[in-house]
């Protein structure tokens, strides 16, 4: 018997509806083919929205010496030279055109005196280079995309969730197989091409600013559906994180703080961050808090305060002074400006931050300093991709934003997120339409790959005696913090691997209780196995890359090694099925051009 | 560590019922905090909506003992003693315990002509800090829905739907008319089909709007004084029937060439 379902076809179909996914639907609209959106929660509530504190493009308002050149220097430094040369380089210079279309679409960035757009500084940027609306540029950003998005009458599917690509029988990206969230019937959808720009995969992590949605779907479904993720091990950890009180421990606070003024002192009083200060950043950082100072208002007058060094840096700081005891009471440490900046200027650059830390925490930030530690806020790993087309290894897929990897290398700085996603959100688009328009000819759905999807997301609801999947996730948040978290060793990877096939095994025990609509347990059953194939990758990578590196650092290989300098860790489904083994392989690094070479070298 | 009631509604659009769940409080936490160890613990398929847990998203508005609050920003300890009731939003149509059909903002966010901005002059732009303020305390709007679930004109009159756009796009609509590049003249639309004098200024929408947007007396009240204007003033009136540039439909303003 054949059962039908709801289905769908488009040209281009794109899944997820943050930053990346609705700037490539503009552009594959705009060029007229047919488009629809399809996202787990509501329109506008993508994870785009909780970013702070900007979008980095050297427009050069604030200070004119920046240009496309430093921003790639900053970005390929930043990232520990692990990055796809070539995508640090088409974003540095195409980030300024990106940012100013967003004001034809109606944004309302803050100005400069002269009327331009206002430009704050953050960490690893040498000059203030983020576009900002207050500390609420992420929600400005998604706003206007989506408000464009809904103008040109663009389809959108909400509250859905996609299980599972689908090839045609020649393996080309064919369509996906998904629920309606609200009702939990079954949906299909056929495509030319498809764009995965499902954002991240904090969730499996404990302490992570990611919302209930980052399980990691699109890093998983593309490897399942043939492509390569690379440099998975590579997680950021943010420097600063909520950590008081326990129910809000992880949610961000955002780097704004810093870039505005704030300091970090540890349980004496004192600026830590001098004493960690690593050698390829000596030259340009300030050594006194004298010339730390000086900085802010002038950056000519002495060199940056080592509290804007890029997040991975910050971060392991923090660590180091936790546990040699001079932590905060509840294991972070502090972050002031209230000693610093007038409560009116606080109030004004950081809005957001006063309200969110009066209301849950009961802390005035003007007048006392808060309590932060790190929190796992972003993976540098994802899709391989083509820098030009944001095609992957697997005809009609493409990738785009935090989902894609190559473009941050092993640690990406902060504000290079909003940027990436605007300008190689654009790029997918071109990249589908371009594959489209070549007359790629993409054959029917495969039948038997619908059908698997289907009968493996309605398992949980026959299991006789099963395992509630809340236990599930809670336990594999647990381990991931504990044994795959900011600082890594052999021996904890390697039981992280072990432990892994064990939760492979209890997500075949899921027990699901009530029915299909709008149901959070079954919900959750079906983003575990995404969340499993994400970990699985991330500790298998982390145990073979043995040196550290940007947001890769291991106790027992301190040093960055030139020869892992070299290469991704590139890894592969072999079968195709979550539970399927996975294989890694090195896959060395673009070479960078003799003249980006020199950039590098400047200032070094 | 105490313990506490929760007074959850469950059911779906064919009717429901209050469920009663004791479970534990700890120091800071939220009203949210605690439907999860629900949902963690006994009722997996209790149905709420969240996304971000920090008032940035707008996902998890519920009532809260009958008002309209967002559910990750509700300190338990700062409620009254006592049992908690949690309820969906009342203007919406239920699909499941906490969540429901919020379809009707969409279909108004359709409904909006698009911005229409001049051409941008080589290098962008030029706007003012004072001119662009304006319009940046409407867009802290996170489209949480709260001012309209408290709006009585469709709290209470579900017919009044099809002609009335609610706060949360008369803010919008203020935006548009006061953002410093915008050509769209949307007062016309505002007037005859979105209902604004429905809205007999109760400020119940600034009441509940956890971004402190003063929608009545920044948004509404200059929106109505700026329509009526247009309309009554004759002056005005015919210079408009004059000048007036072709409405721009949202579709037409949208496949203007990429900028």
Known sequence: ?604 | MAEVTLRVWRGDASGGDFENYVTTQNEGEVVLDLIHRIQATEAPDLACRWNCKAGKCGSCAAEINGKPRLMCMTRMDQLPEGPVTVTPMKTFPIIRDLVTDVSFNYAMAEKVPAFLPPPMPEGGYRMYQEDVERGQEFRKCIECFMCQDVCHVIRDHEENKVNYAGPRFFIRYAELEMHPLDQNDRRDLVREDMGLGYCNITKCCTEVCPEHIKITDNAIIPLKERVVDAHYDPVAWLGRKIRRKTKVSAADAAIQPAP
């Open chain 1, 1 to 604: 018997m054949t059962v039908t379902y709801e289905h769908h076809d488009y040209d281009v179909l794109i899944i997820g509806a943050g930053g990346a996914g609705l700037r490539a639907a503009i552009e594959a609209k705009q060029q007229g083919l047919s488009v629809a959106l399809i996202t787990k929660s509501l329109l506008g509530k993508a994870h785009t929205v909780m970013a702070e504190g900007g979008m980095a493009a050297a427009m050069g308002n604030v200070y004119a010496e920046d240009n496309w050149m430093v921003h790639f220097r900053d970005t390929m430094r930043g990232g520990k030279y692990l990055n796809n040369y070539r995508m640090a380089e088409i974003h540095a210079k195409e980030a300024p055109d990106r940012v100013l279309e967003l004001e034809q679409w109606g944004a309302l960035f803050d100005r400069t005196k002269d009327g331009k757009i206002l430009q704050r500084d953050f960490g690893g940027h040498r000059y203030a280079r983020l576009a900002h609306v207050g500390d609420r540029t992420g929600l400005e950003l998604i706003r206007t995309l989506q408000q464009k998005v809904v103008s040109m009458g663009t389809d959108v599917f909400m509250e859905c969730k996609v299980l599972k690509l689908v090839h045609d029988d020649e393996g080309k990206i064919a369509g996906c197989v998904a629920y309606r969230r609200p009702t939990g019937e079954f949906v299909t959808f056929g495509a030319k091409a498809i764009i995965l720009a499902t954002g991240g995969a904090g969730k499996s992590w404990k302490f992570t600013s990611n919302s209930w949605e980052g399980t990691g779907d699109g890093h998983a479904m593309a490897l399942w559906a043939g492509a390569e993720l690379i440099d998975m091990e590579c997680i950021q950890f943010h420097p600063t994180g909520m950590v008081w009180p326990l129910s809000v421990r992880g949610l961000l606070v955002t780097e704004g703080v810093r870039g505005d003024g704030g300091v970090l002192r540890n349980s004496e009083g004192k600026r830590f961050m001098f004493n960690y200060v690593a050698d390829m950043f000596r030259a340009e950082t300030a050594e006194t808090e004298e010339e730390a100072d000086k900085w802010y208002d002038d950056h000519s007058a002495g060199r940056r305060p080592p509290e804007l060094l890029p997040r991975d840096e910050v971060a392991r700081a923090i660590n180091a002074e936790v546990k040699a005891g001079r932590g905060s009471p509840h294991g972070g440490v502090y972050l002031d400006i209230a000693s610093r900046r007038s409560a009116e200027f606080i109030r004004r650059r950081l809005p957001s931050m006063y309200h969110q830390f009066m209301e849950l925490a009961g802390v005035d930030i003007t007048k006392e300093p808060m309590e932060i530690g790190p929190t796992n806020h972003y993976i540098m790993g994802g899709v391989k991709v083509d820098a030009d087309t944001a095609h992957t290894s697997v005809p009609g897929l493409f990738a785009a934003g935090e989902v894609a990897g190559g473009m941050h290398g092993a640690n990406r700085l902060g504000g290079n997120s909003l940027s990436d996603l605007i300008v190689f959100g654009r790029r997918a688009g071109m990249g589908a339409v371009e594959y489209i328009q070549g007359g790629a000819a993409v054959g029917a759905m495969r039948r038997d790959e619908i059908d698997a999807a289907i009968a493996e997301a309605v398992a949980p609801f026959d299991v006789e005696e099963g395992e509630n999947p809340y236990d599930i996730q809670r336990d594999l948040q647990e381990m991931m913090q504990a044994n795959v978290g900011i600082i890594r060793t052999a021996s904890e990877l390697e039981d992280a691997i072990a432990q892994l096939d064990v939760f492979t095994e209890r997500v075949k025990n899921i027990k699901v209780k009530g029915g299909r609509a709008y149901n959070p347990g079954w919900n959750l059953a079906t983003d575990l196995p995404a969340m499993l194939t994400v970990s699985k990758c991330v500790a298998l990578g982390a145990n073979l890359r043995k040196e550290s590196r940007g947001g890769h650092t291991r106790e027992d290989f301190p040093k960055a090694d030139a020869h892992f300098g070299t290469f991704n860790l590139a890894h592969q489904s072999q079968g195709g099925n979550w539970d399927s083994p996975i294989v890694t392989n090195e896959s060395p690094l673009l070479p960078v051009p003799e003249e980006l070479k020199a950039l590098l070298e400047e200032g070094k």
